[in-house]
Nanobody
């Protein structure tokens, strides 16, 4: 069974940057498409970014294009999310998750991590 542990969250000022990391263990993590999703207070969980098994294909939500970059290191079993030009609207709990195919819909993701809080102050 795949287990996911996110790290790297915290508080950052608007305009700043932050890098999240997700450590994957169990199963055969290098073959899975992976994604980052987020949930802000009072809002539904939403898709942020996804990457296929070898990093050759990536999808981004429109609201993060040009600001966030998803990457993976299959030798370390990690999935990272580099976030630049952060705004208070990016404040949320960020989750990494596994999908069976490269996905952009929340319902297509499974095996969620516990999440890491990102707070962007104005």
């Amino acid at each position: 069974q795949v287990q996911l542990v996110e790290s790297g969250g915290g508080v950052v000022q608007a305009g700043g940057s932050m890098r999240l990391s997700c450590l994957v263990s169990g199963g055969t993590p290098t073959i899975y498409p992976m994604g980052w999703l987020r949930q802000a207070p009072g809002k539904e969980r939403e898709f942020v970014a996804a990457i296929n098994w070898n990093g050759g294909n990536r999808h981004y939500a429109d609201f993060v294009k040009g600001r966030f970059t998803i990457s993976r290191d299959n030798t370390q079993n990690t999935i990272d999310l580099q976030m630049n030009s952060l705004s208070p609207e990016d404040t949320a709990v960020y989750y990494c998750a596994v999908s069976s195919v490269l996905a952009t819909q929340v319902a297509d993701f499974r095996s969620w991590g516990q999440g890491t809080q990102v707070t962007v102050s104005s």
